[in-house]
C-alpha cells in the first residue's frame, strides 16, 4: 500500500506545461502519471553523461505537425542517433516540397482513389504531393549522387539528400536537413519500404552498380552502441526502427534509459506492443533500467512531453 495522496489536478491561468506535468505526477492516475514519469526519465537520460541517446519513430507522424516537434529535437542536438522507416523520408522531403492536407477518418476511400488522393488517418495526401513530386526531385539528385560514389550507406545516403536540399524554401523544416547539419546519423533499416527506395530502386534499373550497404549501417551503429558507456532511447510507435533499436542496445547488456509511447496492445504479441518489461527479459533493456510505457497517441504526447523538457532544459 502507498503512502503518496492522489491529489487533484487543480488548473490555473498561464501555467507552464512543466507545471501541468508536474500535476499529472501528482494525480497519481492512469497514463497522466505515465506522461510525467516518461519526462523525468528523458530529463535524467539527457543529463548523463556518456550516454547514447536513440530516437525511434515511424513515418506515419512525420505526415503531421509533430514532424515538427522531432526537427526541433535534431536541430537543438538532444538525441545523438536516429532509427525510422523509409516513409519518413518520403514525407520529410515530400513536404519541403509540397503540402499535406486535413482530411477525415470517415472520408469516402473510393472516391479519394478516383480523385488520385491517398489517406493517412486524416491526412489527405495528393498524388501530386507524395510520389509525382519524390520522382520529379529524387531522379536529378541520384544523377548527381551517381557521379560520386555507387555504393551507399542508409546514413550517407540519407545525409547527401538532407545536404541537397539546403536551398530548399522549407529546408528548416526538414528532419533530414538538420541530421545532416548536425551530423546525426539516421538509419534506416528497412530502406526499400517506401516510396524513397522504390525511386531508388527505379534509379537502378538503367544503374546496376548503384546499389545500398546496409552492412556499412551495422558497423556505424555496432561502433555508436560500443563507443559509450550508457545508452538509452525514446521509442515512438513500433515496426523495424523500434526493434533496430532496442536489438542493438542487447548487445552491450541493455538499454539504460527507455520510453516507449505507443497506442498498440501487447496480447497478440507484438512487437509493437510489447512493454518495456519484455524487452527486458531480452537484455534488450537492463534489469535495474528507468523505463516507462506511455500508452497513447504520440501526435498528442509527444508535444506536450518534449515541450515539458525543453523548459526543464
Not at 33 to 42: F, Q, Y
Request: charge should be positive.
Amino acid at each position: 500500500m502507498g503512502n503518496i495522496p492522489v491529489k487533484d489536478i487543480q488548473l490555473k491561468k498561464g501555467i507552464s506545461t512543466n507545471e501541468l506535468i508536474k500535476k499529472l505526477f501528482n494525480s497519481g492516475g492512469f497514463t497522466a502519471k505515465k506522461v510525467a514519469v516518461g519526462v523525468d526519465i528523458l530529463e535524467n537520460m539527457i543529463k548523463e553523461k556518456n550516454c547514447l541517446k536513440f530516437l525511434s519513430f515511424p513515418a506515419c507522424i512525420c505526415a503531421t505537425g509533430t514532424r515538427g516537434v522531432i526537427k526541433e529535437l535534431l536541430k537543438r542536438k538532444i538525441f545523438d542517433v536516429v532509427i525510422t522507416t523509409a516513409g519518413t523520408l518520403d514525407h520529410d522531403l515530400a513536404r519541403t516540397w509540397e503540402n499535406y492536407y486535413h482530411g477525415s477518418f470517415f472520408a469516402d476511400d473510393k472516391e479519394l482513389h478516383k480523385r488520385g488522393i491517398n489517406r493517412l488517418g486524416n491526412i489527405f495526401i495528393p498524388n501530386e504531393c507524395y510520389g509525382k513530386i519524390l520522382e520529379k526531385k529524387m531522379q536529378p539528385i541520384l544523377n548527381e549522387l551517381y557521379k560520386s560514389k555507387k555504393k551507399w550507406s542508409t546514413k550517407d545516403l540519407v545525409w547527401e539528400f538532407g545536404k541537397e536540399i539546403k536551398n530548399e524554401e522549407n529546408h528548416e523544416d526538414s528532419i533530414i536537413y538538420w541530421g545532416w547539419k548536425n551530423k546525426i546519423p539516421i538509419f534506416v533499416p528497412g530502406i526499400t519500404d517506401g516510396a524513397f527506395g522504390s525511386q531508388i530502386w527505379m534509379y537502378y534499373q538503367e544503374h546496376k552498380d548503384f546499389t545500398f550497404d546496409l552492412l556499412k549501417d551495422e558497423q556505424e551503429l555496432s561502433d555508436l552502441v560500443f563507443g559509450f558507456k550508457k545508452s538509452g532511447a525514446l521509442i515512438i510507435g513500433g515496426g523495424i526502427s523500434k526493434h533496430h533499436t532496442i536489438w542493438w542496445n542487447q548487445f552491450k547488456g541493455g538499454l539504460d534509459h527507455a520510453v516507449y509511447i505507443t497506442t498498440a496492445v501487447e496480447y497478440d504479441g507484438s512487437l509493437s506492443g510489447a512493454k518495456t518489461r519484455e524487452a527486458i527479459s531480452w537484455g534488450k533493456i537492463k534489469e535495474k533500467a528507468n523505463n516507462v510505457t506511455i500508452d497513447g497517441d504520440a501526435t498528442v504526447l509527444l508535444p506536450l512531453i518534449i515541450s515539458a523538457l525543453f523548459e526543464r532544459m
